[in-house]
């Protein structure tokens, strides 16, 4: 059984991440991982605690020469910012007076959390529902990456809009609308929209927002190549892998709506034209003559790209707070309080979009072809495919 578990606050010396379940005998390489912990912090509209940062990974367990040992494997991921906090940090009891954080920012966990877990300082909440946990995500999402590889599976993300700012007519979905230079368009763009003229306005709609001390939100698009048919399942509800994805996706802190394939615009035509045509191949291979089901049928993949599209709400830490309510007092206050933040997380949120489907392919494309070792699973893969 694949799993993977994340720990570490946002101002705590570091982030760790177990990983359990990867086959032995996987080649990986630090600085794959790496390259997407950068991709990460990219984006235009990202603030000052990325040029903080300089994430990678350290691996401590389960990786041996740069191969998996089919053992636990552990990362972690130094956070540079810790010296500045450590006291305000420390594990261990402090004689020093910390300044307890106690006016909540609407639209944060600040506070929900605290009246969940019962705590009177809110930065109890604030560092582990910070988005700074996704890079442990994106961490784990690069070694799925590299299993994914193995088998022809690749993982892209691009944006589509922020803010009013966007696509007027949503892009196709087969294979075919997709090429290289689009890709490379996209890792060369600020925004990692592959339009120029596109992204330029996005950066001016971002720089209004700044001015204004607001931020903004958008959609972007995520989609995975050379998926096999039959990972999945329709025969329990928690198993179809749509409602997998959608858990997964909808995870990423700012994300409020996601779609597969069509989506709603599903809803606003006849079946006769959504629902994709299928042909057989005189090669023997199966394809559809559209993809208004995103690569998923029945809770199962159907050997289509997978193509998902996800909504991302304007980030609430506000450089003018809104107002809020004092925890220690209940007195209604003006305004809220500003937590360093950025103005918009979009192309970075797309990435962390990326290490999610990679992550929830990993785990099921090891439900359907199991092994202990890579040459194990290779082979039942290859042997399990018609």
């Given at each position: ?141 690069g070694l799925c990456r590299q299993f994914l590889s193995q088998f022809g599976i690749t993982v892209r993300s691009h944006v589509l ?226």
């Amino acid at each position: 059984m694949f799993r993977f578990l994340t720990a570490g606050e946002s101002h705590g010396p570091c982030l760790t991440m177990i990983v359990e379940g990867l086959p032995a005998g996987l080649p990986v390489e630090k600085t794959i991982v790496d390259v997407d912990l950068r991709r990460r912090q990219g984006g235009y509209g990202r603030g000052g605690r990325m040029k903080i940062e300089k994430d990678a990974i350290r691996f401590l367990a389960g990786v041996r020469h740069g191969k998996t040992l089919g053992s636990p494997i552990t990362m972690q991921i130094e956070n540079l910012d810790w010296p500045n906090w450590e006291e305000r940090m420390s594990a261990a009891p402090i004689e020093a007076e910390v300044e307890e954080v106690t006016r909540v920012r609407p639209g944060h966990a600040d506070f929900t959390g605290s009246i969940k877990y019962g705590h009177d300082d809110v930065r109890n909440v604030i560092e582990r529902s910070s988005s700074r946990e996704t890079a442990s995500r994106v961490a784990v999402g690069g070694l799925c990456r590299q299993f994914l590889s193995q088998f022809g599976i690749t993982v892209r993300s691009h944006v589509l809009s922020v803010a009013d700012i966007g696509y007027t007519t949503e892009r196709g979905m087969t294979q075919d609308a997709y090429n290289d230079s689009l890709w490379n368009a996209v890792e060369e763009s600020p925004m990692r929209c592959a339009d120029a003229e596109l992204t330029e306005k996005m950066i001016a709609r971002i720089l209004e927002a700044k001015r204004n001390g607001d931020t903004c939100g958008g959609v972007f698009e995520v989609v995975a190549f050379g998926v096999p048919i039959g990972l999945g399942s329709f025969s329990q509800w928690d198993r179809r892998l749509s409602a997998r994805l959608g858990q997964a996706l909808m995870s990423i802190p700012s994300v409020k709506a996601m779609e597969i394939g069509a989506g709603f615009g599903a809803t606003r035509v006849t079946g006769s034209h959504v629902h994709d045509v299928l042909r057989h191949a005189e090669d023997g291979s199966w394809y559809h003559l559209s993809n208004n089901a995103g690569g998923i049928e029945g809770g199962i993949t159907n050997g289509e790209p997978i193509v998902a599209r996800v909504g991302v709400k304007p980030i609430p830490s506000l450089a003018h707070p809104l107002p809020s309510v004092d925890l220690s007092t209940g007195e209604n206050i003006d305004q809220s309080r500003y937590e360093r933040s950025d103005v918009c997380v979009v192309p970075a949120a797309g990435v962390v979009g990326e290490a999610m489907m990679a992550i929830v392919l990993t785990e099921a494309l090891l439900d359907k072809y199991a092994g202990d070792s890579l040459t194990e699973t290779m082979r039942n893969y290859h042997s399990g495919r018609k």
